[in-house]
């Protein structure tokens, strides 16, 4: 077995760092959007910002530029907005909107691609796909205290502090309107600007995520921590905390396979989170299968020898 | 044969798209109608492995073969869902999204693992690349499709309404429901040589929605489903060859788009254009309504002694300007409803008179009905009848009748009057309807 430290010496830790920078912010807004059933929102997102990154791409050249997160921000929220216009003014249902929306815009963001940006290496037909997580040890460096980091190492940390901060501050009102929306509305937080506001901030992350690991795969590392530490836990703090350990763990595995298989990075990160989300659907403490199995087992015993002792007792 | 292998590849990318529209518009209306079009989406990822399974197991790309390991890991997905589903919490948005993620993410770590050429063709989409073999087996097995919703037509449909209706009728839901994944993983990799991983959705939801619209029967839709199928794979295709080769699946998604776009705007009944149509006419309506009632009611205030109204008293009776009295009457002229004498009155024609009378009647018999058999209070019912007395006919009307045995006065004393009555009266006396 061939370690990744063997394989790219140092540049290892910054493809670790950078994969959990990438999939820590994920996990996070990943595992409110499980809890107030918007998944498919991310998936529809994550496909449906194509558009506004080339459109940002063509206008800066960079697809590090704030301005990208920005446009997206937008455009995701456009996204939504769209769905909407589709499901409310006609018999439409909500999925087959989203269905709708997503795939035009994609179309569009692949035509554009195509037409903007012939041949340019940075941004191509199989970056969406498969993104280029080891692409990061190619970037410019910035010295940091005497140390030389790669750029996107330094703006994914930027964005997984600030995504921290934002749901340590805005973690009551994400709560309460994740479960009870009509009580958080009578405390004064405001279900629908709470709603648009993750839904722009989300945008943010998948756009941020995308070169790493693509449009598809994003959606893996928004929801397979999430649902794993979902089954692990009842409390929703819990759930953040385990989430984000999935994350570490997932991108670590991930490397460690990416290294010994030689093949994709970010796929061999989300091959290694379902290996995670498979262990937690067996062995979760809360709602893994065998767990509960176990704990059926063991109340049938139980009940068995109960009712055994009440006959022996009934019989002295 | 031998007229099919001297096709040149454009050609044959044109019959693909042609065929791989029939396959999902078909399969798309029954996604559409039971709401599962992200697990369409989930299951166009899901076939991922299989498809690099199949490349594998056969490296000269034998159709078949690639086509049943893809429908299998497609398969595999669903049932996934399914056990996520059932045995946690986890909702089922989540677990598609687990589903799909992780099948194509195993897929494409798979792909590059063991260097599979070709698979990039599956998940782009590159219609050009498909031979005549993949078209003769993209036909057989859309044939087959076509052939099999056919025969089980009936279970199908009521499968997707109502599956506890289908059990109670006995048949066999589980082997129905299997069967219908399998297809639609069968159409799913159809299309997806031609449009791509991420693009079939659109193939399989757009048609199908925007047949959705049109008409509220399955068999219809199903065939407009696929008629825009086949012209959104046509007319794409075509476009895509002749604008320098633009990618295939996205120039033929939004076609698919705009055909949505133009059924959302322009349906007959559905379309947005449409109601708001509707719904204009029905605010003009009930406008009109109320002035008719308006005029009734000066009218029974002076005792009916006089057959007409100046617009001014109107405009006084009504609380707002002479302009847009003006505006109302001409309106109402307009519909036959009224006239302007030579004195510069406003008369009621006959109809004018009949739903005048209706209106005040619907008005009176509702007061009524709320406050004798709902125990409304009588000052509580006004603003309720201001609402029903426009929608009130028919039916409806005559059981209120006969349910308040054809009264003659509402609550509030006033005289609730007959149509066939006042419409006599005023023959006899012959005055503005002569």
Redesign the interface.
Known sequence: MSLPWDVFGVDATWMLLMAFLVALPCSQIGSF??LR????V??AIS?GVLPGIVLGFVFTGDLASPWLLVGAAVSGILVTLLVEL?HR?????Q??????A???L???G??ML??FTHGNVHLD??CV??GQLDRVIYYPDWVLLGIAVPEPVVTMAALALCTMILIVVFYRALLMTSFDPGLSASFGFRPSWIHYGLVGFLSVIVVSAFQAVG???V??L???P??SA??CTHRLKTMLVLAGVHAFLSSWLGLL?YAH????L??????A??GL?LLA?LV?PV?G?LM?WLARQRAVAENQRDISKNVSERNE | MLTLLSLQSAEIALLASLVLGVACGLLGSFVVVRRIALVGDTLSHAVLPGVVAGMLWSPERDPYVILSLAALAGLLGVVTVQAIVKSTRIKSDAALGIVLASFFGLGLLWKSRARVPGVSDFLFGNAGAISVQDLVTMSVVSLLLVVIVFLLYRPFLVLSFDEGFAKGLGYPVGFLNALFYGLLSFAVVVAMQAVGVILVSAMLVTPAAAASLFTERLRTMTLWSMLIGVLSGGIGCFLSIHLDGLKTGAVITLVASSFFTLSYLFAPQQGVLAKQLRRGRERQRVARENLLKSIYHMMEAEGFRQDGVTKLALAEWRKTDLESIERSCQKLIKAGEAHVGRDALIYLTKSGWRRAVEIVRNHRLWELYLTNQADYAPDHVHDDAEKVEHVLSGEMLRKLEKDLNFPEVDPHGKPIPSVEKTLQELSQEGGTLS
């Open positions: 959007l499980v059933r918007m998944s498919l991310g998936d496909h589709i003014k006609s018999k439409v249902k999925d087959a909107a989203i269905g709708i997503f795939t035009t994609f179309a569009l692949v035509l195509e037409f037909a199989s796909i498969e449009a598809i795969l959606i893996a928004l929801i397979l999430a649902a979902y089954l396979l298989l030689n093949a994709g970010a796929s061999a990160i989300v091959t989170g379902m989300f659907w979760g709602d299968v509960k």
